[in-house]
């Protein structure tokens, strides 16, 4: 199990900064990672909570969208008026609810590939090998997510469309 986050991971954008509760509809094939991070951030201009949530499909573009369905490593924190913003160790868990405060708010969930699973009631469908990140927020609120990849192999190539649905 990691600490965190270690360093030389291929950073690729789920979903780019914008503004409002919208689903993140961007899709990583996680198929040849050894462990993902999907780093969720955002700017909250009212004192709300809000939710982030990791997804998982088995076909690229979100067929068969599901809850991760078991617990994750968390950190997380937030920044009020201007202060720091240090990560803490979370409860393991399938999301994470903020605190309803106005600010700067980041949760890191660490995510093993293999733990994915298959499809469960149709095991034929196929294993669930695509992840995204969903932002329950206010209008008002700026939101995006990360993924940070550690690839299963080592390479000399960086992350290439493969791991962007």
């Not at 573009?61 to 920044?79: C, D, S």
């Not at 499809?119 to 469908?125: F, G, K, N, R």
């Amino acid at each position: 199990m990691y600490p965190f986050m270690p360093q030389g991971l291929i950073p690729i954008t789920v979903g780019e900064p914008r503004l409002g509760t919208t689903a993140i509809t961007e899709w990583i094939n996680v198929s040849e990672a050894e462990m993902v991070w999907l780093d969720f951030y955002a700017t909250v201009a009212a004192a709300a909570a809000i939710t982030f949530t990791p997804r998982k499909a088995y076909l690229a573009a979100g067929t068969g969208t599901a809850v991760l369905g078991f617990n994750v490593p968390i950190w997380a924190g937030n920044a009020v008026a201007g202060a720091a913003l240090t990560l803490t160790r979370q409860t393991d868990a399938a999301n994470f609810l903020t605190a309803a405060t106005a600010g700067v708010h980041r949760a890191i969930f660490q995510i093993d590939p293999t733990a994915l699973g298959w499809e469960a009631t149709v095991p034929s469908l196929g294993e669930y090998k695509y992840i995204t990140g969903l932002i329950t927020a206010l209008v008002a609120d700026y939101v995006c997510c990360t993924a940070w990849v550690k690839p299963r192999y080592v390479s000399d190539d960086v992350a290439s469309t493969r791991w962007i649905v």
